[in-house]
């Protein structure tokens, strides 16, 4: 089945640098473009960082621009999000999605989320 895991997520200082992973399986992840979102309390889902399928392109939303990174390696199923820089305001629980557009059809798949908190 398909499954998308996050890990990496935790607590830490204001200015400090964290490293998410997502593993992806049960779906050809090199057809598929990689996005992280974060959601944190109270507020809407919001798209952090993008990369298409073959990672030629990225693109960020303007409050991380600089400070994070998007990667994948499709021969092992992963995407990574380099965070650095951290502030309070990136506290959320962020999400690996893996999205597909094909004909008018498309395809979403989820990951369970990962806490990041950004605090002293």
């Known amino acids: 089945q398909v499954q998308l895991v996050e890990s990496g997520g935790g607590l830490v200082q204001p200015g400090g640098s964290l490293r998410l992973s997502c593993a992806a399986s049960g779906f050809t992840f090199s057809s598929y473009a990689m996005n992280w979102y974060r959601q944190a309390p109270g507020n809407e889902r919001e798209l952090v960082a993008r990369?298409?399928?073959?990672?030629?392109?990225?693109n960020y939303a303007d409050s991380v621009k600089g400070r994070f990174t998007i990667s994948r390696d499709n021969a092992k199923n992963t995407v990574t999000l380099q965070m650095n820089s951290l502030e309070p305001e990136d506290t959320a629980v962020y999400y690996c999605n893996a999205h597909r557009g094909r004909n008018g059809y498309t395809w979403d798949y989820w990951g369970q989320g990962t806490q990041v908190t950004v605090s002293s």
């Open positions: 990369i298409t399928s073959n990672g030629s392109i990225t």
